[in-house]
């Protein structure tokens, strides 16, 4: 795989598998360290990052979209042909009423259908290759010829399937633990549709698929369709982390390092360090908002199709030139920090029954500054918290 941008992370910038953070370490040496005084006039060492100091930049190349389905002609191609022909040769009533009225079709949107399957198959023959090869991150590099070993870093920060809180979401509890903690709340219908609809459109897909295999006899991709369990779990990880419009073509996209922040409710608030005396004027725990911005960079047409671009010494199309080399997303700091910083982004003023239902977590006191809230009941809250200790640091999909 050809990677012309390849991007940027800054230096300071440390991932903590353990904690599952992302986080600024000591700027030192950084050109934007700097240090404070304190009230006695002695200098003291605090690093600080400026506001819109770049963090980040992921080329479209690492994101996961549908342009990646789409370059895969082993199964990216095939899945598209599947989805496509039950869209067109099933009743298009049942396939596009309204999400959870429906009792045949697609739950989901057939594109996210189309790329949690697709993610799913990746986890898969990650999993297979190195269960026969060992640990395959020994020997990643931007040329691996296969897209499950280059996306292997990013896919091995995706909740695993020996998680002790893999099943985080309603709907992946089971009916009496749902009827249990949900029953007589706005959640509860809706935990049972989506329970039900995943399962349905993953058969529908996975029949679709075996018939095709009967019927074509150049390609034997029947034992490499993905488990259910799997699906679930991919389309949990799509649902609660995919960034909306973000790609190229502003497809929907899966943006690696971005998506394992977690969430802080509120607007951004100013920048917290003083402009003319280079102060830290309040510590980031004392403010609200997210601590990044995001957004798409575009690369120069001229530096972003060549003729000479080759994927695994295959000549590209144009198309595949331009969205290989179109540009990316940016991250930035949306406020002054210090080194320490735990980096956070907002999901949006979401209540609780909004967060529990789609991000597996909920928070207390989770209301606007105008006391105005559309959560789930205090009620449900409190008897949900109390099932599941310390609950709130289960942010498994940030």
Known sequence: MSIRDRGYVH???QYDEINRQVYLISAENNSVSSTKDDDDNNTTKTNYFDVATTLLKIPDSCLLTLHTVERDDIFGKLLFEVVHSLQTNNDEDALHEKKGDAETGFYNDS???????YLS????QLDESSSQHGNINDNITS???SPWQFYAPYLNTLPS???THQCHLPRQWSIETIKHRLQGTSLYN???KEKNGIKREYELVKSAWMDKQQHDDEKDTQNIFPSFELYDRMMAVLTSRGFAGLGYDNVDALIPMLDLLNHKRGHAESSGIDVDTKKMTETPTERNGPDVRYERYVNKEDDSVRDDDSVDGKPQTKRQRMIEGSGGVQVSTAHSLISGSILHMTYGSKGNAALLGRYGFCIPNNIEPDGESSFISHCLCMHYLSIIPNIMS?????
Do not use: G
């Open 11 to 13: 230096p300071n910038l």
């Open 111 to 117: 594109q996210d259908v189309i790329l949690a399957l």
């Open 121 to 124: 198959y990746l986890r898969h």
């Open 143 to 145: 040329s691996s010829n």
């Open 161 to 163: 399937s020996k998680s």
């Open 190 to 192: 809706r935990a049972i």
């Open 394 to 398: 289960i942010l498994l999909f940030s």
